[in-house]
């Protein structure tokens, strides 16, 4: 069987599982669940690692990790490591405590990771081990909300960043995100465990950079970049199919539902490559959260509505085509 493939690059963001052996449990007292924390906060001060959210059940774990400058394997080699040793003594066992090495899917950086967020925080909640994401003390969400208990090694910052305002309207505002739920287009998106969670145009870049597909293995070599599709073109199909100005298309409408706007706004954070920061001036919209929200929206919209998908298939399959030809 072939081992998991792995992409490794400064910069990159994962989610990273692992599941104990058969299915039997990693922890089994607090005193345990302690234990694997401070490798943790051990790991990420010795491997410079970003440690952006946790969640530790009591037969698998859940991270989401970014390495500024890459390496992340051997800093798993040594978390799971160094646990299996220590946890063997305590236990008088012998043998792996971990069903593999790890699963780590590489992270489209920008809304996908609020829902990655949502996903590793509500995991106890889901489990029914408890009412509220921050009343379970072995995931981060109680530590992003009370600062005083937070530890060093955990990252916050880039997270609440995005919620926009000061630390405390941003807790605010990640806690009610938070508890929301995960919105059924993201969990299909988990279930579907590709080796990248992200838009079209990140797993295009992804494999055009990194994946042999005659070899299905990492590629070695200098980063190319790939060809975008411009928020112009997209503008220019959209406005042509649903027969409506371009200018029309860039205005926010307050309260009022505008089918080719969202479609765009769609279609350039798919497809394009633009960040929300980019969209939010291309769209007129009021901040970047307002941006992810109508995305949030179009994506659960989509999943029920078989019309839109085709002409979102069709815009796509034009596009793509054009691009080839160019």
Known sequence: ????????????????????????NIVRTDEDRKLFLKLLGDTQQTYGIEIHAFSLMDNHYHLLVHTPKAGLSRAMRHLNGVYTLKINQIWNTDGPIFKGRYNARLVDSEEYLLE?????????????????????????????IDRKRRPTWLSTQQILSRFGGAERTALERLDKFV?????????????????????????????HNYVDPDRDDILLGEKKPWQRISIKKILEKVSFVYDVPISEIRKARQGKQN????????????ISGARQVDL???????????????????????????????????IKSHLYSQRQNQ
């Open 1 to 24: 069987m072939a081992r998991p493939l792995r992409i490794e690059y400064e910069g990159a963001w994962y989610h990273v599982i692992n599941r104990g052996q058969t299915r039997r």
């Open 259 to 270: 089918e080719a706007r969202t479609v765009a706004v769609y279609l350039a954070r798919q």
């Open 116 to 144: 990655l967020i949502r996903y590793i925080h509500l995991n106890p909640v889901v489990a029914k081990l408890c009412a509220k994401a921050q009343d379970h003390q072995w995931t981060s969400h109680g530590y992003y």
């Open 179 to 207: 508890h929301e739920g995960v919105p059924v287009w993201f969990s299909e998106e988990i279930k579907r465990n590709r080796i990248v969670l992200g838009r079209e145009c990140f797993r295009d870049w992804v494999y």
């Open 280 to 314: 939010v001036k291309w769209f007129n919209a009021t901040n970047r959260y307002a941006i992810a929200k109508m995305i949030q929206r179009f994506k659960e919209v989509q999943a029920k509505d078989k019309n839109l998908n085709r002409i979102m298939n069709g």
